[in-house]
C-alpha cells in the first residue's frame, strides 16, 4: 500500500519515535510509506519528505532513514497549523491531491485541530485515514494517555521542583503557567507530582476568595512557600492575571509568575512517550491493513483501541477534576 505520514498542530515529543515505527511497520508489510512534511499544508504544497522523481513517484523512506529518531524530540517531518484545512474547499482540494499521487491510506499524527482536519477530509478523501494522538495537551477521549503528555508533564516537574528551591528560599509563592488552552490535565499532573499547593485548570472555577482563604490558611499552618500551576485557559488566562487579581483580593505571600511556555513541547521523549508512540504506530499501521478508517489508534487501560473521530475529539476529559480534588485532601 502507500501509505502517508504526516505531523500536524503542535509538535509533541514521540512525534519521532512514532513516524520510525509506523516506517518499519510498514516496510514489513511492504509498504510504501511516504512522508508529508509541515503538517496538511505539505499536502497543498506537494512537499514529500525525500521529494519526487522527474517520473512523478514519490520518495519512500525507508527504515535506515529514521534510524535514531528514538529520543529526538520535536517533529522531524516538521509540522503546522493549516487553517485551508478549516475550508471545505482545502478538504476537497487536499483530497484531489492526495488522489493524484495514488495514495491509499494516510497517517495523520497530531491533536485536537489535526484530528478535525483528518474528520473533515474524510468526506471528501476515498483513501482510508488513521490518526494518532500526537500532543502534550492530553485532552483527547480515546487515549488515557496522548504522545507527548508524559514528557511535557516531566518537563513541567523539573521546572516546578527548581522554583521550589527558590520559593523556600526566599519564603514566596510562584505561580507556574504551564500549556492548556481547553484541557487541565497538564497542570493538574504537573501540580500533583510537583508536590504543589494549588492548581487552576479551566475545568475547575478559578474562584480569586477562595485561593485568598487557602492562602491565609496555609500562612497560619507554617508553610513558608506556596507553588500554584496555572493552566494557560484556566478563569484567568494564565498566571500573570491571576497573580494581578490574588495581589489585589490580598494574598498574604510574595508573589512571581513564571510562564514556562513553549519549553513543554521539546525535548527528549520520556520512556513512556516513546513506549506510547511505537504502540500506536505499528497498532495504525495493521489498523490500515485490517481496513479501519475514520478512527483514531488510542490506548485505554492498556489495550489499543479504535475509536471514531468524531467520538475524540468532543467532550471533556474529567482527569483534571479528579487530580485537582486529590491536591486538595492532601493540601493541609
Ligand atoms: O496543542 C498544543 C499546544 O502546545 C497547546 O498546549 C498550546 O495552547 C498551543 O499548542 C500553543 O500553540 P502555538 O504554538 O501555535 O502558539
Given amino acids: 500500500m502507500k501509505i502517508g505520514v504526516l505531523c500536524s498542530g503542535g509538535d509533541a515529543p514521540g512525534m519521532n519515535p512514532c513516524l520510525r515505527a509506523i516506517i518499519r511497520a510498514g516496510e514489513k ?33 525507508n527504515p535506515r532513514e529514521v534510524s535514531g529518531l528514538t529520543n529526538r524530540g520535536g517533529a522531524f517531518l516538521n509540522s503546522s497549523r493549516c487553517m485551508r484545512m478549516h475550508e471545505e474547499e482545502g478538504q476537497k482540494q487536499a483530497a484531489e491531491i492526495l488522489t493524484r499521487h495514488g495514495f491509499d491510506a494516510l497517517i495523520t499524527i497530531g491533536g485536537n485541530g489535526t484530528l478535525s482536519g483528518a474528520l473533515a477530509l474524510g468526506s471528501h478523501w476515498k483513501g482510508q485515514i488513521v490518526g494518532l494522538p500526537g500532543t502534550i495537551d492530553n485532552d483527547l477521549l480515546g487515549s488515557d494517555y496522548t504522545i507527548g503528555f508524559q514528557t511535557a ?29 481547553h484541557c487541565g490535565d497538564l497542570a493538574a499532573y504537573i501540580a500533583l507530582a510537583g508536590g504543589c499547593e494549588l492548581v487552576a485548570t479551566p475545568e475547575v472555577k478559578t474562584d480569586i476568595e477562595d485561593i485568598v482563604r487557602r492562602l491565609r490558611r496555609f500562612k497560619t499552618m507554617g508553610k513558608r512557600s506556596i507553588i500554584m500551576v496555572v493552566a494557560e485557559g484556566d478563569d484567568f488566562g494564565g498566571a500573570n492575571a491571576l497573580l494581578e487579581a490574588l495581589k489585589k483580593a490580598g494574598s498574604p505571600y510574595e508573589m512571581r509568575s513564571v510562564v514556562l511556555g513553549h519549553v ?69
Avoid at 510509506?33 to 512523478?56: A, K, N, P, V
Avoid at 485490517?290 to 482527569?319: D, K, Y
Fill in 29 to 61: 508489510y511492504g509498504d510504501s510509506i511516504i512522508g508529508i512534511r509541515h503538517g496538511y499544508q505539505g499536502i497543498f504544497d506537494e512537499d514529500i519528505w525525500g521529494g519526487t522523481d522527474e517520473d512523478g513517484k514519490d520518495h519512500k523512506i
Fill in 153 to 181: 508533564t516531566q518537563t513541567g516537574v523539573e521546572a516546578v521542583d527548581k522554583l521550589r528551591d527558590t520559593a523556600g528560599s526566599h519564603d514566596m509563592m510562584f505561580l507556574v503557567e504551564v500549556m492548556g488552552r
Fill in 264 to 332: 513543554q513541547r521539546g525535548g527528549t521523549p520520556a520512556p513512556g512517550d516513546r513506549i506510547l508512540a511505537t504502540r500506536l504506530g505499528c497498532f495504525a499501521v495493521d489498523a490500515i491493513h485490517q481496513g479501519a478508517t475514520g478512527v483514531m489508534a488510542g490506548e485505554l487501560s492498556g489495550q489499543l483501541i479504535l475509536s471514531p473521530f468524531e467520538n475524540v475529539i468532543v467532550g471533556r476529559r474529567s482527569g483534571a477534576v479528579q487530580v485537582t480534588n486529590l491536591i486538595d485532601r492532601i493540601s493541609v
